[in-house]
């Protein structure tokens, strides 16, 4: 479980998180929905602790992402936005080298490594050095990675971007797998239909605040809108500007 | 944490050998590019003064007619005397265009002169700015010279008195410098010719430890992972000090090979440097990895991307050299005070050795440790930079 409790986080002049609340339950997957620039990527990475926030706190299971970083990193596996592989490794070893840093036994490692490259449908380019990969065999890896130690909780930053119809459909695939799996999923994405047809609980976020936190059913009655996209539009609509 | 760092350098060392960017210039470029070009400079040189010296020196002469015996004197000095052009102003202008090195004019009053026992002109004519030109002039000088003695001394003789008399002083010159020392004067520069090579070896994963892991986007995997980031900046130290000592014994050994072909005993020296100075020299220049190290992977900390660091980290590549030249200018000998000064330690230890001389102990204890405390004070700056929220960029 993620709980988000009033984050602020600023660079500079610009403003980029101001007072984000959310809960990501497990057993769910949340979406983390809003424009570009609306302040998912920072609110992600507080989450994940590279950044701090200035002000409010978050959980990651009962570890604070301030206090207690190493503890908080131990329970998420992170997909990060434009996230790269080692092109002198192969898949495997790119696998396995987060397996090792996570301090899973060696045994474990190929046991964890092989049940995901046959859970992601990685096998046919295992074994190849990652140099030339596609954008959707090189998020594959990376998704494989962030699971290597099997965590609890799930944070993908915009996990789709770049990925063809099929990519985006064994994407959606693993996540629902994670879901019955017990996990908490939290994932970002600027396009609405996406997010719709896979998360149970939606937060719109626009200009750093959060517009809306709902099941899509619920955005839909409480923007009075039928169709997602107008609800979408409404709800970032509905944010105080500054 | 240890585990962490281990696993680090691990994977660091295994891709790095699988780069072939990295390979060849920690492997190829730093250690066998310097020597070998050290090797082929000076034994081009040495062979060229060696060939020069033994040949006869071709030399177009204006007005041969008007001094047969000085033409005969220089005759049986190994110059072939040719017939230069016509007279003085074309054989300054020929000097001046480059077609002829150098000339020597006999004037026509030159007999008259030397009969009437006034001091008689010649002149030779070349251009100092041309060092080549300058070498043959100046053996043409020396045989003049020779000549105008040996008259001299005849004149002197003739006239019943000693030549002895016009010699009141006579200088004896002492040189106690040793093969061994006078090799410095050549390999000299040499201890700046490891220091690249050891700083080359690591350049690619010191830039790769910040820069390339942030442009490849794996930074933010790594940072998100359950350790610390001090374990990950330590293996990745560590990985980078493997390939600058791996290119240090590299360029050490092809020098220590280059050095049999050079032909330096030739001309009278004879550099220490056997099996036990390259032992020496890498004990001496291995603490320098840690600094050099900390230092690429701090320099390249700072930059937005993989090419600014690469330039940036040329201008480390030459930092090294500053402290040497400095001392090499003012020729000052080795202080207890300048063995705190890395990469001026390292030289100044080495050149004793190199010339032979009895390396002191206390010198080599203090270059160690004071070498070794900047790098790990260097090094633990970094770690602290590894922990800022800029590093993501």
Same mark, same amino acid.
């Given at each position: ?48 602790? =590279? ?58 490692? *190929? ?29 594959? =890896?990376?998704? /494989? ?11 993908? *930053? ?37 997010? /719709? ?35 979408? =539009?409404? /709800?970032?609509?509905? =944010?105080?500007?500054? | ?65 008007? +001094? ?54 010649? +002149? ?33 003789? +003739? ?98 090979? +280059? ?135």
């Amino acid at each position: 479980m993620i709980r988000v409790d009033e984050l602020h986080k600023s660079f500079g002049e610009v403003r980029a998180v101001q007072g984000v609340s959310f809960t990501a339950p497990d057993g769910k997957i949340t979406g983390l929905l809003g424009p570009n620039g609306a302040g998912k990527s920072t609110t992600l990475r507080i989450l994940y602790t =590279v950044l701090r926030p200035d002000a409010g706190t978050a959980h990651i299971d009962d570890a604070d992402v301030v206090a207690e970083s190493l503890r908080a990193r131990q329970k998420i596996g992170v997909l990060p936005h434009g996230a790269g592989l080692y092109p002198h490794l192969t898949a495997r070893e790119n696998i396995a080298y987060f397996g090792r840093l996570c301090g899973l036994a060696p045994e474990r490692i *190929d046991e964890r490594v092989d049940m995901l490259i046959n859970l992601l449908e990685i096998r046919d380019f295992a074994d190849r050095r990652t140099r030339g990969f596609s954008q959707g065999q090189r998020t594959k =890896v990376s998704l /494989a990675r962030a699971l290597v130690h099997d965590p609890q909780n799930i944070i993908l *930053d915009e996990p789709s971007n770049g990925l063809d119809v099929m990519a985006t459909r064994s994407l959606r695939e693993m996540i629902l797998k994670l879901r019955s799996a017990g996990r908490c999923v939290l994932f970002s994405s600027h396009v609405m239909q996406e997010v /719709a047809a896979l998360c149970d609980d939606i937060v719109i976020i626009a200009k750093g605040q959060v517009a809306i936190d709902d099941s899509s059913d619920g955005i839909r009655s409480r923007t009075g809108c039928d169709d997602l996209e107008d609800a979408f =539009v409404r /709800a970032i609509a509905m =944010v105080d500007p500054g | 944490m240890i585990r962490t760092i281990l696993t680090v350098f691990r994977k660091e060392v295994v891709d790095n050998v699988r780069d072939r960017r990295t390979l060849l210039s920690a492997l190829a470029l730093g250690p066998l590019f310097g020597p070998l070009l050290f090797a082929f400079v000076i034994t081009l040189s040495i062979e060229r003064s060696f060939s020069l010296m033994d040949e006869a020196l071709v030399v177009p002469v204006i007005g041969r007619d008007n +001094a047969p015996n000085l033409i005969r004197y220089l005759e049986s000095q190994n110059f072939e005397l040719v017939d230069g052009p016509a007279d003085y102003a074309a054989a300054v202008s020929a000097v001046k265009a480059g077609t002829l090195d150098l000339a020597l004019f006999v004037p026509d009053e030159f007999s008259r002169e030397f009969t009437a026992a006034t001091p008689a002109t010649v +002149a030779v004519i070349s251009d100092q700015a041309n060092p080549q030109a300058d070498r043959d002039a100046r053996r043409v000088r020396d045989a003049l010279a020779a000549y105008d003695a040996e008259l001299v001394a005849l004149r002197l003789l +003739a006239r019943g008195i000693s030549p002895s008399i016009i010699n009141p002083v006579n200088i004896d010159e002492i040189d106690v410098s040793t093969p061994s020392g006078r090799s410095i004067i050549m390999l000299g520069m040499l201890s700046y010719f490891f220091l690249f090579a050891l700083l080359m070896g690591g350049m690619y994963l010191a830039i790769d430890t910040t820069a390339g892991e942030r442009e490849r986007g794996s930074l933010e995997p790594l940072l998100s992972l359950p350790v610390t980031r001090d374990a990950l900046m330590l293996g990745k130290i560590a990985a980078t000090c493997l390939f600058m000592a791996l290119s240090l014994m590299l360029s050490l050994t092809s020098f220590y090979i +280059a050095l049999k072909f050079i032909p330096l005993e030739e001309i009278g020296m004879t550099p220490n440097f056997g099996i036990d100075t390259v032992a020496f020299a890498f004990a001496i220049l291995l603490p320098f990895i840690l600094l050099g190290s900390a230092v690429m992977t701090l320099v390249a900390s700072f930059t937005k991307s993989y090419k600014e660091a690469q330039t940036w980290l040329s201008v480390v590549l030459i930092a090294p050299t500053l402290p040497i030249v400095v001392v090499s200018l003012l020729t000052l000998r080795p202080r207890l005070e300048f063995m705190f000064v890395p990469s001026l330690s390292q030289h100044l230890l080495l050149a004793d050795m190199i010339k032979n001389e009895p390396v002191n102990l206390t010198h080599v204890t203090i270059s160690v440790l004071s070498t070794l405390v900047i790098g790990a004070l260097l090094t633990w700056v970094c770690a602290r930079l590894y922990r800022r929220e800029g590093l993501l960029g």
